[in-house]
């Protein structure tokens, strides 16, 4: 068999490291290996992550033609993160949450991009019914619970999702993500600390993209190995190559059995990357071109995973084919989007309130 001609995904290994000064008696989550995936998983996880390029790709396009308004925070380059995590997840079981830039977690979830097109048009078909827009996705039947624009909230609602599986003792989990920029934040430790002292079963999901809104993590954060953020909680943390959709979910099966097993919340930092800017205004001026070209050459989530294909025997013909259906649904996605007709005026009375009055 012809070796691969695309490159793997620059190495990073995940690591459950132990901090300086941490408690070396306490109980820790084993080192994360690769995922050993078969064939059709791996093919599986190759059309979500090109579902979600291709979709992102065509709501910057809808964007820049005012067919979406207000803001839009695309996921390109992003895409094994979410695809790795919620691949090992059970959609109506486990429960999601993330702040704006949520369209992909809502694909890997499996919601039909029709109605996800249609809210970033703000249509009445759109899942929120068109109220929500880019970044205010919601689903209580998938236990998507958002979509949130302020910087962080979303790790606090989390918390009480995860409190909500324990009550309930459903056996559920609750991932919780979040950008490098929010972890600054101060609502963010005190989830952490609540989360410990309840074991509350929830994985802190940081998706350090290394720019938050547009300042190097290096520059805004005093301590910038993020997954060591958890410690003085007694929080575990691992550090993720979340370019490689094969160390994402190897990670995330690690993390799942120290959850599940009773143990508490824990700290997955993935290490990724944004090709566009922080929102589709945002021209990134703050990072050259070079730079990101650098990252889609050596460290591209889905050349990557055509590299593990090749290795499967999977040659460029089924490649092809899976890239022309995926085409033909984004591009029917966005005919439905445009062809919807917008919210009847009622629904600005609906869901202000949980019942009506």
């Known amino acids: 068999m012809a070796k691969p ?20 008696n306490r109980p820790r989550p084993d080192t994360p290996t690769d ?9 599986e996880f190759y059309r979500q992550m090109v579902l979600i390029r291709r979709f992102e790709e065509k709501a910057g396009q809808l964007y820049g033609l005012g067919l979406i308004g ?23 079981k486990d429960s999601v949450i993330t702040g704006y830039r949520d369209h992909g977690h809502m694909l890997a979830y499996g919601i039909d991009p029709n109605v996800i097109m249609a809210e970033l048009t703000g249509r009445g078909a759109g899942i929120s019914r068109g109220k929500g827009g880019s970044m205010h996705m919601f689903s209580v039947e998938h236990k998507f619970f958002g979509g949130h624009g302020i910087v962080g909230a979303q790790v606090s609602l989390g918390a009480g999702l995860g409190f909500a599986h324990k ?20 609502q963010v430790y005190e989830s952490f600390n609540m989360a410990e002292l309840w074991k509350l079963p929830i994985i802190f999901v940081i998706e350090n993209n290394q720019y938050a809104m547009g300042t190097s993590v290096n520059r805004s954060s005093a301590e910038d190995q993020l997954y060591r953020r958890g410690e003085s909680f007694r929080i575990p943390g691992i550090q993720v190559n979340g370019m490689d959709v094969l160390a994402v979910r190897g990670a995330t099966e690690e993390a799942l059995k120290w959850v599940q097993g009773g ?10 990357y944004r090709y566009r800017g922080h929102s589709m205004s945002d021209p990134a001026k703050y990072r050259s071109r070079e730079e990101v ?4 050459d050596k460290s591209d989530p889905i050349e990557g995973a055509k590299a593990y294909l090749a290795e499967h025997g999977v040659g460029e013909d089924e490649l092809k084919k899976i890239d022309q259906d995926i085409r033909k649904i984004v591009s029917e996605a966005a005919d439905f989007a445009e062809t919807s007709p917008e919210p009847d005026m009622a629904e600005l009375y609906t869901d202000v309130l949980v019942e009506q009055y």
């Open 167 to 186: 009550y309930n003792g459903d056996g559920g989990v609750c991932v919780a993500y979040f950008g490098d920029g929010a972890a600054n934040q101060g």
């Open 70 to 92: 207000g803001f839009c925070h695309l996921y390109i380059g992003q895409e094994a993160v979410a695809v790795g995590i919620q691949s090992a997840l059970v959609p109506g």
């Open 5 to 24: 001609t695309t490159p793997r995904p620059t190495r990073a290994k995940a690591e459950a490291k132990s901090p300086v000064g941490a408690d070396h």
């Open 35 to 43: 995922y050993k995936a078969s064939k059709e998983e791996l093919l």
């Open 263 to 272: 143990n508490g919340p824990i700290l997955l930092e993935m290490k990724t």
């Open 293 to 296: 070209q650098a990252m889609r």
